[in-house]
């Protein structure tokens, strides 16, 4: 795997982990949805998850991360779709597809 593959992949994972730590143990939907630094950072670090595959994906298009196209069009609405941006929708994100894309990430990063 190339390098510039690798490091984007890291960030990727740095991503994760900062939206995991900025959400703590109790991930509360309503903390969340209040707290509007909170939802930037995170937005924030869904642009960069997003920006990052976007270049896996031209260094190494056979790469096999399920949804890889869709993470990138969620960077795409984030940034340009800003007043549109729902917090249901960000949440199930958080909820139910970053656990995945985690440890599709770690695999790859644990590969010499």
Do not use: C
């Not at 994760?16 to 939802?39: A, D, H, P, T």
């Not at 670090?45 to 969620?74: C, F, H, W, Y």
């Not at 960077?75 to 139910?96: L, P």
């Amino acid at each position: 795997m190339k390098r510039e593959v690798k490091k984007f992949l890291y960030d990727i994972k740095t991503s994760i982990e900062s939206i995991n730590s900025y959400l703590g143990e109790s991930r509360n939907f309503f903390e969340y949805q209040n707290n509007k630094l909170l939802r930037r950072g995170i937005e924030r670090e869904i642009e960069i998850i997003g920006e990052a595959m976007s270049r896996i994906l031209k260094l190494a298009p056979d790469l096999q991360i399920e949804n890889a196209r869709q993470i990138v069009d969620t960077r795409n609405w984030v940034i340009h779709g800003y007043d549109k941006v729902d917090d249901v929708v960000i949440w199930g994100i958080i909820s139910n597809h970053l656990p995945k894309l985690k440890i599709e990430i770690d695999k790859y990063l644990d590969q010499k």
